[in-house]
């Protein structure tokens, strides 16, 4: 017949002039925008007598999509809403009511449950998404076929409170150390973060400074509701002078820190905090940039979930960090990367994604060990 078959990327700019008798997309949620399925489906097979067009997926996280379209029209097709008989729409989903941990729904979107799929594995998924919110979305795409948002609350603070074993800063001192801090673009008027940490017993202590402006503390106070002054008279923050967070008093604290402790290395936010650590790599430290993607940051915020859901993750009751781990969304992407979520975040978060970025430093120097990086040193994070 002199047919062949030909495997395409989501590049569209290369695309235009087939003449193809059937076209197969195959996870149509992943499509970054609708070039290519345009191009494929709307006159690519004209010259054919009857052209077919196969759209394979399970659900997505954008409802503006071109798959939420397609997904759309099937359920109007089967409620009737809608005619075409070109248009065969096959699904197999919960429904948005339905208990995500009733089995029962689970065979209603995987009808080869317990034949293709062993139900033990599902019941393993879903067991870990219940204590986990930041697989709960996963678990509802990915096996139940139904559409959910991008970012989501993240630790469960009965999780996070769990971990709030006391920790004892001079315990760090001798320790070898990796001391992240997010970029200063983040919030110039709000709270600014510091995280000290090791692992005592496979278990990861840690002990947070935070920073404050003077000017303006009162009016955030009565807008955001909260207790920043209340914080700052304890001791928990600490408040510079001016209406910004002065990042020259960060900077002298570091130094303090540096004499306290041995610090191998900074990480910071390649994007925000250039001058600040030009001046910490003057000052004689090893300064490292750090993304803020789904690349970089996947990995280590799986293992701050990890440690917190296992009790790993001591951080002494906090107010100030248990406030800001409150605050965080994670954002996920198709492959089930994620990611703190910032514009989603309700408000300040950089104690939590220093602590992220300080775990990252710690595994990728740790080499390869039998025991925990963490058995041998600490890290101390901003």
Known sequence: TNSFY???SAEAYSKHGFNVSGVIFDELHTQPNRALFDVMTKGSGDARTQPLYFLITTAGTDTHSVCFEQHQKAKDLLAGKEVDPTFYPVVYGADPEDDWLDENVWRKANPSLGVTVP??????????ARINPAEENSFRQLRLNQWVKQSIRWTPMHIWNQ????????????????RPRPGEHHGHHGVRACVSTRREHGCVQGVPWFWIPEEGMTARVNRDRVPYDLWAKKGLIQVTDGNVVHYGAI???????????????????????????????????????????????SPPSKEFMKLALEGRL?????????WMVDNIHIRTDPAGNIKPDIAKSTETIDGVVAT??????????????NESVYDSRGMLVL
Request: aromatic share 6%; proline share 2%; hydrophobic share 40%.
């Open 119 to 128: 139900i033990d594995k599902v019941r393993a998924t879903a067991h870990s």
């Open 6 to 8: 030909q495997v395409l």
């Open 314 to 322: 001591h951080h002494g009751g906090n107010e100030v960090l248990a």
């Open 251 to 297: 900077e002298a604290a570091i130094e303090e820190l540096g004499e306290r402790f041995n610090i191998r290395q900074i990480a910071f936010d390649r994007w925000g905090a250039t001058q600040m650590s030009q001046n910490l790599e003057d000052a004689g430290f090893t300064v490292v940039p750090f993304g803020q993607g789904f690349k970089d940051m």
């Open 163 to 178: 971990n709030n074993q006391p920790v004892d800063l001079a315990d760090l001192e001798g320790r070898v150390l990796r």
């Open 356 to 369: 992220i970025m300080a775990l990252d430093r710690a595994n990728r120097n740790g080499g390869q060990h």
